[in-house]
């Protein structure tokens, strides 16, 4: 059966749409998951046993780095997506 151009490019973005909700939804657990899971323990227990300015940089790498890290992580996922989606298209 052949698709006609329009029904191609609807499914595949419907597929985008699909795939780019659930990449939000992963970036929201993974932030949840390293803020509440890895991120408050590591900070009670780190806190009474380093100094201030290396604990001051520890925090700013939890509030900076690790939230770049899981954008780029996002990022990266969509443009794998793109990438299916072409060959997706190509193959129709």
């Not at 794998?80 to 190509?90: D, Q």
Request: proline share 2%.
């Amino acid at each position: 059966m052949r698709l006609g151009r329009g029904v191609k490019d609807g499914l595949i973005l419907l597929f985008l749409w699909i795939m780019a909700i659930l990449l939000i939804a992963a970036v929201f657990v993974a932030t949840w998951f390293s803020i509440y899971v890895l991120a408050e323990p590591l900070y009670w227990a780190l806190q009474k046993q380093v100094s201030a300015g290396a604990f001051y940089f520890l925090g700013l790498l939890m509030m900076v780095l690790w939230p770049l890290a899981l954008f780029g992580l996002a990022f990266l996922l969509l443009r794998f997506f793109a990438f299916i989606a072409k060959r997706v298209r190509r193959s129709f």
